[in-house]
């Protein structure tokens, strides 16, 4: 797996053709349609009109449901990730041979607006595969139920051993299969991790009627604006009946829950109990700052110690695009490939290192500390900020050819910026900010 520039991260396999334009596939195959080469799915269960559906039925339907969901979510990925290739080609060296500044301009102008819409449609669609998972989990779970109790009668009304065992075999070959563990074993978190601010929102993201819900070491957050417009951070959970706060609204700095009308300001104090007297109530909240374009916050109970990190690029960088995705695997395993840049010549052949040759040895050298340095022969500086960022700088070249064997030697560079938020233990919520001239 990997995520550094084609967004394989947490979807290995994935691969399509060409983006999508209204229903329908255009355009022509490219690099991508090894991995992304996926079916329309079609139902496989018979139809039942007019009669219930047996467990098995059922559980068809839904794992139907979430491959439907899980077609189209590689869909909103891929145009994501046209959209990335859109933006390497436009910032290649190569590009101004034949494109004057003012298209090169007009054409970032206009990718924050095509990325934006594509986002919002990913978002959409984590939510519909959200929603198809519970479904299929709750499906699984009463088919376990009803093959316990076969089971159990099968034991019960079987005297001799050899049918018995027979039957038992019959019914264990009926059991779903488990899903597949892409993190491995993870252990606990350990309780110093807490101590750091974590970057958990891009400012642009958190306008003042808008909130951001967040998983943090496996506990559920709402970001929002104050009245004053400086964010907070509270739990994600009603006082009054524990309904998730971020399927509310924001009005004048406060938090509305939907269900009785609640509203909170961004301490966790409950301002507003319509239909009742008002009481002292309030919720958790954690210290947040913002700072240099991202929401931070202090999960830990322990008071805020540590300065903020600066995660500032290089002079004469700008942002060109922003990108925020749900990841299904453990934030340190993310971090790991992250790092590992020996994968260029492998995984990023259709941008950056195009033509690059594979070397019988790669080394990373840390001149400075253990915790920065750089590749060789790559030229591509690699560091890791605690708690969960990485950053590197990437020499950009014509392809198949390599300036030199240091950032230093070559004229131009792709600056990024990566962060992994630990959600949970089998989830990351990873940003990514990209920098160019």
């Known amino acids: 797996m990997d995520c550094c520039g084609e967004f394989q991260v947490g979807r290995g396999g994935l691969r399509m053709v060409a983006v999508l334009e209204g229903d329908g596939l255009v355009g022509k ?20 009109k007019g009669k219930f559906l047996g467990v098995n039925q059922a559980l068809d339907v839904a794992r139907f449901d979430i491959q439907s969901c899980d077609w189209r979510a590689r ?4 145009t994501i990730m046209q959209l990335h290739e859109k933006i390497v080609e436009v910032l290649n060296p190569l590009a101004r041979d034949y494109k004057s500044i003012e298209t090169m301009k007009k054409d970032l102008a206009e990718l924050p607006e095509e990325l934006a819409k594509a986002h919002k449609q990913v978002h959409i669609s984590e939510a519909r595969v959200s929603t198809a998972m519970a479904k299929l989990a709750y499906m699984e779970a009463l088919a376990s139920d009803k093959l316990i109790q076969d089971t159990n009668r099968i034991e019960s009304e079987t005297n001799s051993p050899s049918s018995s065992s027979a039957s038992l075999d019959t019914v264990k070959r009926k059991m779903p299969p ?62 009054h009946r524990a309904c998730p706060l ?34 002292n109530v309030k919720l958790r909240s954690l210290p947040c700052l913002e700072h240099e374009g991202f929401i931070w916050i202090w999960p830990s109970s322990e008071p805020p110690t540590t300065t903020l990190p600066s995660l500032e690029p290089p002079p004469g960088f700008k942002v060109h695009a922003e990108i925020v995705m749900e990841l299904p695997v453990e934030h340190g395993l993310l971090l790991d490939n992250l790092l590992d840049l020996a994968h260029a010549p492998f995984t990023h052949t259709s941008t950056f290192a195009k033509g690059w040759s594979v070397p019988s040895l790669v080394k990373f050298l840390t001149p400075v500390s253990g915790l920065q340095g750089y590749w060789d022969p790559y030229p591509i500086n690699m560091e890791f900020r605690p708690p969960c ?37 089998q989830k990351t919520r990873f940003w990514r900010r990209i920098y160019g001239w």
């Open 246 to 279: 971020h399927l509310g609204s924001v009005s004048e700095g406060r938090i509305q829950c939907p269900y009785h009308g609640w509203e909170y300001s961004t301490d966790g104090k409950c301002v507003k109990m319509p239909s009742t007297r008002l009481l």
């Open 29 to 48: 195959k490219s690099d991508w349609s090894k991995l992304f080469d996926v079916d329309v799915p079609r139902p496989r269960f018979p139809q039942c």
């Open 178 to 239: 488990k899903s597949l563990n892409v993190s491995g074993p993870v252990k606990q978190y350990h309780p110093f991790m807490k101590n750091f601010w974590y970057p958990v929102a891009f400012s642009n993201d958190l306008k003042d009627d808008t909130m951001i819900p967040i998983d943090c070491f496996e506990e559920p957050w709402v970001v929002f604006r104050g009245n004053d417009g400086k964010p907070g951070c509270v739990q994600n959970t009603c006082a």
């Open 75 to 78: 869909q909103d990925v891929l």
């Open 389 to 425: 960022m990485v950053i590197s700088t990437i020499a950009i070249s014509k392809p198949g050819k390599l300036e030199g064997q240091s950032i230093q030697q070559c004229a131009t560079h792709l600056h990024q910026l990566h962060v992994c938020l630990p959600s949970s233990r």
